[in-house]
């Protein structure tokens, strides 16, 4: 193939980490409402240790944002952003709206959940549309009181709800999805518009090539989680360079010789990336590193969130947190907080690296975020290498 720019494995990190609003002071700039519309999908997740992945999220890019001016960024009224399927349950911009029509369709025909959907869904529906917005214990609880699957009938229905577009989630309450009518959320443009499953995903592909800066097949497929027509239909549109990517060559990255083997924002390749290196503790369910694959590929950073392993295989602990330094990830951290303490279960630094030389950012990494959640304290109780302990405890 020819014509196709050439990057080095660094060029390539570098664009990346700029693209995902991780190097220079402008990345700050717009606050979170920028910053989503930056990276398109801003992963939730139930699980809060220092904070909940958004947050996390949120505070990596723009460092100690207060926690409540995040959550209102996200979840405002009017609604700024929406809540639905991305790459795994996201955030979204709310001008998106119209651009999951293809996914909100493709539910409508597969007329199937996790769970058989209840015969009581247009009762449901006429509720919300009575009452107003609701959550699940305004309709009878999200459980039947057994497993976390075990849902009620009534759960199940507002979900399918939701998957299909009748109802939309752009605000929480203690953590809890509050439903609403689509029609009373979304502004009646978007509402309105009206896309073909290939419209969806050409403008989609650019959404998340751009959140991406430089990124595979593979990478776009799982940003998006596309298969079968729809993964087509993405290849398609990448050949054609109607997302507006294009196609690029990453030293050691796999691929054909001779073609490229990933795709690239134009933008992002008319300047060289420049700026301070965000040094930070990373979401396990942050963009950067929400591909495994990806994160090894692009920073030869093997990664396992081992909360689902039983305790006594773990190895970096319960939920350990990459620590982003110098345009690298240097190691990792399994936090915990035991009342005005940032506790640091293990601290491990990536082999190779030297103690004496990157001991300065573990503790960075650790003090801003032991401030940014109001800890005053920080305490690290176990490290590899060893020698590290003393000097994270400055003792």
């Not at 994160?295 to 093997?302: E, I, Y």
């Amino acid at each position: 193939m020819t014509g196709v720019t050439e990057l080095s494995a660094d060029e390539a990190r570098r664009i990346i980490l700029r693209a995902q609003g991780l190097i220079g002071a402008d990345a700050r700039k717009g606050g979170v409402h920028a910053m989503l519309r930056r990276l398109g999908a801003v992963q939730l997740d139930t699980i809060s240790v220092l904070a909940r992945s958004h947050e996390l999220v949120a505070y990596a890019r723009l460092g100690a944002v207060g926690r409540s001016k995040v959550e209102r960024a996200y979840w405002h009224d009017p609604a700024q952003s929406f809540e639905y399927w991305c790459h795994a349950a996201c955030i979204l911009p709310i001008e998106h709206w119209p651009l999951y029509s293809f996914r909100r369709r493709a539910y409508r025909e597969r007329k199937f959940r996790w769970h058989e959907v209840p015969d009581n869904v247009d009762k449901l529906l006429d509720q919300v549309r009575e009452s107003g917005p609701l959550t699940t214990s305004d309709v009878g609880g999200a459980k039947n009181g057994g497993p976390w699957w075990d849902w009620s009938d009534s759960k199940i229905g507002l979900e399918w709800l939701l998957d299909i577009g009748e109802l939309v989630c752009s605000r929480r309450v203690g953590w809890r999805r509050v439903y609403d009518l689509a029609e009373r959320v979304v502004p009646a443009d978007l509402l309105a518009e009206d896309l073909s499953d290939e419209e969806c995903i050409v403008r989609l592909a650019g959404i998340a090539g751009r959140s991406l800066g430089v990124a595979n097949r593979t990478d776009l497929l799982d940003f998006l989680r596309l298969r079968g027509r729809h993964a087509a239909i993405l290849d398609e549109v990448l050949l054609s360079g109607a997302a507006g990517l294009v196609p690029v060559t990453v030293a050691g990255w796999p691929g054909k010789k001779g073609q490229g083997n990933a795709w690239a924002d134009p933008a992002g390749l008319e300047s060289e990336p420049r700026g301070r290196h965000r040094t930070t503790l990373v979401s396990p369910f942050d963009s950067l590193i929400w591909h495994r694959e990806r994160t090894k590929r692009v920073f030869g950073f093997t990664y396992t969130l081992e909360l689902y392993v039983p305790k006594h295989k773990r190895v970096h602990g319960y939920f350990t947190m990459p620590v982003l330094a110098g345009g690298r990830l240097i190691g990792r951290v399994d936090p915990a907080r035991e009342g005005s303490t940032l506790v640091a279960r293990q601290v491990h630094l990536e082999p190779g690296l030297s103690p004496a030389k990157w001991a300065d950012a573990l503790s960075e990494a650790l003090w801003s975020a032991a401030e940014w959640v109001g800890c005053d304290t920080v305490r690290v109780e176990r490290t590899d290498p060893p020698e590290l302990l003393p000097i994270l405890n400055g003792t």
